[in-house]
């Protein structure tokens, strides 16, 4: 597969990641090797409470992982830096933030970096608030060498889609939180609600709605269509579904 056709499938499954979360690791270990890596995760660093949290990871030491967020973070010396200067859609590397030299010199480099043989990371901003921002990184080790233009471009080719996805993902959820909250909200009515499309097909009822459905006293959904079992009861229900613009057939 050439490069274009690796990164035209690559950002397939960026998208399809965004529909179906559980795809992430495969992608993530895809964009490390698209970048030129040995590891990436999608991660959030808030200075202002001073935390990090990797929420999706491939093929990090899960040891490292722990100690990263639970001690390190506050002494990583690229996050306040990438906290002032980065911008969502830019991509970073310690070379862009600060010296090189003086970055190994940390003691984040000699107690964290240095024991896994991690050399540098990419990383493409996604996200930025006041206190907190969103990454994708690629983890390069003693075996990849130091971030270079090149790497720096894959990962340019690749950060739109990311941001685009991360704001698909969350659109999902809320649009999910909305429908749950909905749906505990209508259950909690002590009147029945049912709820039809178009055609008059019967799509959803409330709690109490399916009881009534249940006890097939005062309306059925026989053959998915919501009808009352008194004969002039249902007159009167059709007549309301019809004012209402759906498409009554007997």
């Known amino acids: 597969m050439n490069e274009a056709a690796r990164l035209s499938s690559l950002i397939g499954d960026i998208y399809d990641a965004a529909l179906d979360p559980g795809l992430w690791p495969a992608v993530l270990e895809s964009t490390a090797n698209f970048v030129g890596g040995g590891s990436c995760n999608l991660s959030s ?3 202002g409470v001073s935390a990090c949290d990797i929420h999706i990871d491939w093929n990090s030491d899960p040891y490292y992982v722990e100690l990263m967020a639970t001690k390190y973070h506050r002494m990583y010396p690229l996050a ?6 980065g911008h969502p859609g830019d991509v970073l590397s310690c070379e862009v933030l600060m010296p090189y030299e003086e970055f ?6 000699v107690e964290w ?7 540098d990371a990419v990383a493409a901003v996604l996200e930025k608030s006041a206190t907190k921002f969103a990454t994708v990184s690629v983890m390069r080790f003693e075996e990849h060498g130091l971030v270079d233009d ?6 340019a080719l ?3 889609h990311y941001r685009r996805a991360v704001a698909i993902g969350k659109v999902l959820e809320q649009r999910n939180f909305v429908a749950a909250t909905l749906a505990e909200a209508l259950d909690g009515l002590a009147a029945g609600i049912f709820m039809v499309d178009g055609r008059g097909n019967l ?7 399916a009881r009534m459905l249940d006890d097939r006293q005062l309306v059925q959904g026989a053959r998915g269509k919501l009808t009352a079992l008194d004969p ?4 009167a229900l059709q007549e309301a579904l019809a004012g209402a613009g759906v498409t009554v057939t007997s």
């Open 203 to 209: 799509l959803r009822s409330n709690a109490a709605g």
């Open 45 to 47: 660093t808030d200075t």
């Open 80 to 85: 306040p830096l990438a906290m002032a200067f």
């Open 158 to 160: 690749l950060a739109p």
């Open 150 to 155: 090149h790497c720096r471009a894959q990962m």
């Open 232 to 235: 002039q009861a249902n007159i």
């Open 113 to 119: 970096c240095r024991p896994q043989g991690l050399r």
């Open 104 to 109: 190994a010199r940390s003691r984040f480099y």
